[in-house]
């Protein structure tokens, strides 16, 4: 018997439920908008008629790696970042709204023109949100993962960007020996590396451990970059971090110890958590 679109949410939403998958309404809509090529509110002004077998099919299928624990954004392979539609791929973090408070951060502290470093730049979203909000700026990417240099460089293609973000590989400033700039913006791995296998399926599972595991205290990542920092900020550039709600007082004391660095501050995000943290390097 086929079914119209909206019996099939119904039942891939019932059996997303059962399988402990916590918004089971929503992925269904959107898992089988995408497979349909349309938008979710498309399902329901324009879509009263039966599906094709084929399209039942794939809808299976997505619904079956849904129903393992397998994140939406890695099914579709497309994430929103900053009103940006970013491809993510198995080698990249997909990028988290959270991170979004850390762009608004760095906006506030940028200046028309300069030249900023991302590092552990994933699928590109910290750099690629940046550039499109600032023409003057370029940038450098740097991440360790080529899977995920080779990501960040197609999701600046796609976005007419690729011009002025220069992707390199290494570990952290290893590609920049030498170089200064008006801003340094992370999102490390913050995760203590015990925690990791505790997270929730869809990121303990999907995630690369490299963009997760801090190290023991997960800290270990923000100690190197807070270190080696004033040494690549030019006078009165900025560094700004993504850090874990629970990090305020650590990553805070983190950044105070760093020489050369000071107006070291904790943002919270927009329900109060602390989650950027933020130090200026003295002129
Ligand atoms: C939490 S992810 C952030 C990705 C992206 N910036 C975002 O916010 O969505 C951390 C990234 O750091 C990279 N990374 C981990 N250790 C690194 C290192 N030692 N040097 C350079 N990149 C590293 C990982 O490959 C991963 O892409």
Redesign the pocket.
């Known amino acids: 018997m086929s079914r119209t679109p909206l019996e099939l949410v119904r039942l891939a939403a019932g059996f997303l439920a059962d399988k402990g998958v916590d918004t089971p309404r929503l992925d269904a809509e959107v898992l089988l908008a995408h497979g349909l090529g349309v938008s979710r509110i498309q399902l329901y002004t324009e879509f009263d008629k039966p599906l094709a077998e084929a399209e039942v099919a794939a809808y299976r299928e997505a619904i079956r790696r849904r129903a393992a624990r397998e994140p939406v954004a890695r099914i579709t392979g497309v994430q929103e970042?900053w009103s940006l539609p970013l491809r993510v791929t198995p080698?990249?973090?997909?990028?988290?709204p959270d991170?979004e408070r850390?762009v608004e951060a760095c906006l506030e502290r940028m200046a028309p023109s300069g030249r900023l470093l991302?590092?552990?730049?994933?699928?590109?979203?910290?750099?690629l949100a940046l550039l499109s909000e600032r023409p003057g700026w370029s940038a450098v990417g740097?991440?360790?993962?080529e899977g995920?240099l080779a990501t960040a460089g197609d999701n600046a293609r796609r976005l007419g960007l690729a011009d002025r973000l220069d992707l390199r590989a290494?570990?952290?400033f290893?590609p920049v020996a030498g170089e200064r700039f008006d801003l340094v913006v992370?999102?490390?791995?913050?995760v203590p590396s015990a925690e990791v296998d505790r997270l929730a399926p869809e990121v303990s599972r999907y995630e690369?451990r490299?963009?997760?595991d801090g190290g023991p205290d997960g800290l270990a990542?923000l100690r190197?970059i807070a270190g080696d920092a004033p040494a690549h900020l030019a006078a009165g550039g900025w560094l700004v971090v993504?850090i874990g709600a629970d990090q305020a007082a650590d990553a805070a004391r983190v950044l105070e110890a760093a020489p050369g660095l000071g107006d070291v501050a904790v943002v919270a995000d927009h329900a109060g958590r602390p989650r950027v943290a933020a130090a200026c390097r003295a002129g």
Do not use: I, K, M, Q
């Open positions: 970042f080698h990249v973090l997909v990028p988290r991170t850390v991302d590092l552990g730049t994933g699928s590109g979203a910290l750099a740097v991440d360790r993962s995920a290494g570990d952290w290893g992370s999102n490390p791995p913050y690369p490299d963009a997760l990542p190197r993504e």
